[in-house]
């Protein structure tokens, strides 16, 4: 994708890379903040790479939800990855400079996985849904055929459907400044530099974000509704039972969609404290990642069980080959 940019765009582009400055305001002790990003990042790594192991090695944690939950573990991973490690050679090499193509890639890839993101938490509300308003029918309708077809789908409509987020940014005129006062190439920062009109690129990624998490979220509004509209029909206890079931998945729900709407606010308001919405952006693709495994590690008990029994079998390896 990458070559198609640069080569779509080869007549237009007089500049020929991007340097990203970092935290706007604290550039002489930005680096100091290396230490607990970087924290995040490993704990984001290593907690998800924990759940989908566990999850593939434990037969009582195969279904549907924690499928899902390995999905979710997945993309936070791709998530994390595509800014972090950007970030970190900033701080730590001064490696500011990045190429227009890798710059629109990583455009891309945020937003692919953001929208990735927002469509595993609507199949896990659907999972719930069924699960809990429709329990006997559940094991003939959330089968591994129809997880692995949500999967496919939310894939392809996310890879294709932000597609023209990064190539209306390579379409712009990049005449004279290059400097970019971030630590990642987001659509709105890049955008910012061109000489030509950036309109159509701040409509398009505002009608892209309308149209898949918007639509995403009301989904997501109305599952929990009848949820709980079923719950109560039922009894009061079944209505506890069915809040505690979803407590995990709201939590996060809850997190990430304010994140989004926040960022995506002090974006328009434009600040006179730049720092706030640079901050905020890089924290709102960092933080989801790392608390995602904490919060379903903590309130779920049969994925702790699921850990116990992986470190236990790694005990009896190392053991065993003692």
């Not at 129809?146 to 409509?157: G, N, Y």
């Not at 407590?247 to 730049?274: D, N, R």
């Amino acid at each position: 994708m990458s070559a198609f940019l640069k080569g779509s765009n080869s007549s237009k582009l007089q500049v020929s890379e991007f340097i990203l400055l970092g935290f706007p305001g604290i550039h002489s002790w930005q680096h100091w903040l290396s230490l607990p990003l970087a924290m995040l990042y490993v704990s984001a790594i290593g907690a998800n790479t924990l759940i989908v192991v566990t999850i593939c090695q434990d037969p009582a944690l195969q279904q549907p939800m924690y499928y899902f939950l390995g999905i979710l573990s997945v993309v936070d991973i791709g998530l994390a990855t595509t800014i972090m490690p950007k970030i970190l050679a900033i701080f730590w090499f001064d490696a500011k400079i990045i190429s227009l193509p890798e710059c629109f890639a990583q455009i891309y890839a945020i937003h692919c996985f953001l929208g990735m993101e927002s469509g595993t938490f609507l199949c896990m509300a659907f999972d719930r849904y069924i699960a809990i308003c429709h329990p006997l029918r559940y094991p003939s309708i959330v089968t591994n055929g129809l997880i692995l077809k949500a999967t496919v789908f939310m894939v392809l409509r996310n890879g294709l459907f932000v597609i023209p987020v990064p190539v209306l940014a390579a379409q712009r005129n990049y005449c004279s400044r290059n400097e970019i006062e971030h630590c990642l190439c987001s659509n709105l920062g890049v955008t910012s530099l061109a000489c030509d009109d950036r309109r159509p690129n701040s409509i398009c990624q505002l009608i892209l974000a309308w149209l898949g998490m918007g639509s995403d979220l009301r989904l997501i509004i109305l599952s929990y509704t009848l949820i709980l509209r079923s719950a109560k029909l039922n009894s009061a206890e079944a209505a506890s039972k069915a809040l505690s079931t979803c407590s995990s998945h709201l939590i996060l729900i809850l997190f990430f969609y304010t994140a989004v709407v926040v960022v995506s606010v002090t974006h328009l308001a434009e600040p006179k404290a730049p720092l706030i919405p640079v901050l905020l952006n890089v924290l709102h693709n960092i933080i989801p990642p790392s608390l995602n495994p904490m919060v379903y590690a903590l309130r779920t008990k049969e994925l702790r069980t699921g850990f116990q029994k992986v470190f236990r079998l790694s005990l009896e390896k190392k053991t065993r080959h003692q």
